[in-house]
């Protein structure tokens, strides 16, 4: 198995640019989260996704950052307009069932995201 | 809210140390998970273990072990004969319910261990 996919690796952009980061989750996962981290704020999550639906998008920053998932293999996390307080590492992860029934997340190996 | 609290946010040790990270949680639920992952400096997050609130039991692995005590509510992460390999952020997470269904995972704020020749 691939594992959980993310691109780009590394992003660099300007501020005011629009950023897409990219997920893939393992195949047969249910659930999808999208978490950021930064040295302040630690691990946070954004938005989490069930059968490709939204659930709980409250960890989402404000109105410049939005989610889907169109299917079961594919997500995106969008910036727009992209500020310099948005760099940090973006990481998606992938569940096949929640994770309180003793069921750990897969992580991706995250995208660096630098806004200048 | 939930909340996992890793007070010590850098510890340097020499290798072959023994060292013991700490995890402090808060949580009204009757049933939860812990979790530890680790995060190597490559940056990856590597799932290490879980633990439900009803097994209390430690657990080894390797030079690893776990320390889960409900009594005060932590679960603490010790590494024997440190390696300079075991360098890396380790975080500890709580498993929380979603009011719409599901568990997130909580996450502490991570503990730098940094294991030197």
């Known amino acids: 198995d691939a594992g959980v996919i993310q691109s780009p690796r590394h992003e660099v952009t300007e501020m005011g640019q629009e950023v897409t980061l990219r997920c893939k989750p393992i195949s047969g996962h249910d659930y999808l989260f999208w978490y950021r981290q930064t040295m302040m704020r630690g691990l946070e999550l954004l938005i989490y996704?069930?059968?490709?639906?939204?659930?709980?998008d409250s960890g989402m920053p404000e109105d410049r950052f939005s989610a889907k998932m169109p299917n079961a293999s594919f997500s995106t996390l969008k910036i727009q307009p992209s500020e310099p307080r948005d760099s940090a590492v973006y990481f998606c992860?992938?569940?096949?069932?929640?994770?309180?029934?003793?069921?750990?997340?897969?992580f991706g190996s995250g995208t660096q995201l630098s806004v200048l | 809210a939930q909340k996992v609290t890793q007070a010590q946010t850098e510890i340097s040790v020499v290798e072959k140390e023994d060292v013991t990270l700490d995890c402090v949680y808060e949580?009204?639920?009757?049933?939860?998970?812990l979790f530890w992952y680790k995060q190597p400096p490559s940056g990856e997050l590597v799932f290490l273990i879980r633990?439900?609130?009803?097994?209390?039991q430690n657990e080894i692995s390797g030079r690893y072990s776990w320390n889960f005590q409900k009594s005060t509510s932590s679960f603490n992460f010790t590494i024997t004969a440190s390696q300079v390999v075991d360098s890396a952020v380790y975080f500890c997470?709580?498993?929380?319910?979603?009011?719409?269904?599901?568990?997130?995972?909580?996450f502490g704020t991570g503990t730098q261990l940094k294991v030197e020749l």
């Open positions: 633990r439900n609130s009803f097994d209390e």
């Open positions: 996704f069930n059968n490709n639906v939204p659930i709980d």
């Open positions: 997470a709580l498993s929380e319910r979603f009011t719409g269904g599901g568990n997130k995972l909580t």
């Open positions: 992860a992938s569940s096949p069932r929640p994770v309180g029934t003793n069921e750990k997340l897969f």
């Open positions: 949580t009204r639920d009757t049933t939860y998970y």
